[in-house]
């Protein structure tokens, strides 16, 4: 049963959302909504044909990338508030195409207020992490766009720091800094951020390859585990490493 105010009596999942629903996919029925349902539709499909089905769709929808953008922007404001994972999947998709007639999208999900916490265990589930984390795969999106060169991202990024919300400040200057004007906004980013943010200025998107690792995960344990016990991490192939992953 869904997770909601009425009922709590047991633990639930934290991706089981609660609330009245209307219908779940609020996709219309033309041309454009088709290709965007199809490819929704892809980006969960598993088997041996799964990935060439998913770029052969990718292709389509951005053969038509004007007239999706239209469809996506039309189910995102008919889609019911606490549907998380399929509008986080709209921006996904609007990511996906790499089109900057995105980025009026991407302005109106980052610029909307985060709407105030209505869960009531947030340590379970918490609405206002799902709306940031939205709002952040949206800034992605825009930053793509900026690495690319386009002025307007650049700018929508510098805008995302006068944001109150932390999680989008960060996110803005990360995306900035994946530019090549990142040396010459740095004292700007700095003036905009409050003095006990300054630190953001020095973080940096790593390799998992490139960040220590604890040599011995038993070290600060109250009880040690018997010699032996400790498993073996495991080994990634090489070859994947930079396999860029399919959207989920």
């Known amino acids: ?15 089981i959302l609660y609330g009245k ?26 088997g041996d044909n799964a990935e060439e089905e998913y770029q052969r769709l990718q292709k389509e929808l951005t053969d038509h990338a004007e ?11 008919d889609c019911v508030e606490q549907d998380y994972a ?20 991407f302005a109106s999900i980052v610029k909307t207020p985060i709407p105030s916490e209505k869960s009531q ?20 999106g825009i930053a793509e766009h ?19 919300s932390f999680s989008i400040r960060r996110a803005a200057i990360q995306g900035i800094f994946s530019t090549n004007q990142a040396d010459q906004l740095k004292e700007r980013i700095k003036d905009l ?10 973080l940096r998107r790593v390799s998992v390859r490139e960040v ?16 032996g016990r400790v498993p073996t991490p495991p080994n990634f192939p090489e070859e994947n490493e930079n396999k860029t992953p399919k959207a989920y």
Not at 146 to 164: D, M, R, T
């Open 193 to 202: 951020l409050p003095e006990d943010q300054h630190f953001l200025l020095n």
């Open 212 to 227: 220590p690792q604890v040599k011995d995960p038993t070290s600060h344990l109250s009880t040690k585990l018997p010699e």
């Open 21 to 46: 629903r209307k219908n779940q996919i609020q996709i219309s029925k033309s041309p454009s909504g088709i290709l965007l349902r199809n490819f929704l539709d892809s980006m969960y499909r598993q």
């Open 86 to 105: 399929f509008r986080l999947a709209l921006v996904q998709v609007a990511a996906a195409l790499r089109h900057p007639g995105a980025l009026p999208f």
């Open 146 to 164: 900026a690495k690319s060169g386009n002025e307007s991202a650049l700018n929508l990024l510098i805008e995302c720091i006068k944001l109150p």
């Open 67 to 77: 007239e999706v953008l239209v469809e996506i922007a039309r189910a995102s404001n």
């Open 1 to 15: 049963m869904p997770n909601s105010p009425d009922n709590r009596s047991a633990p639930k999942a934290s991706d």
């Open 121 to 140: 265990d947030p340590h379970s589930f918490s609405t206002v992490a799902e709306e940031t984390i939205i709002r952040t795969m949206a800034i992605d």
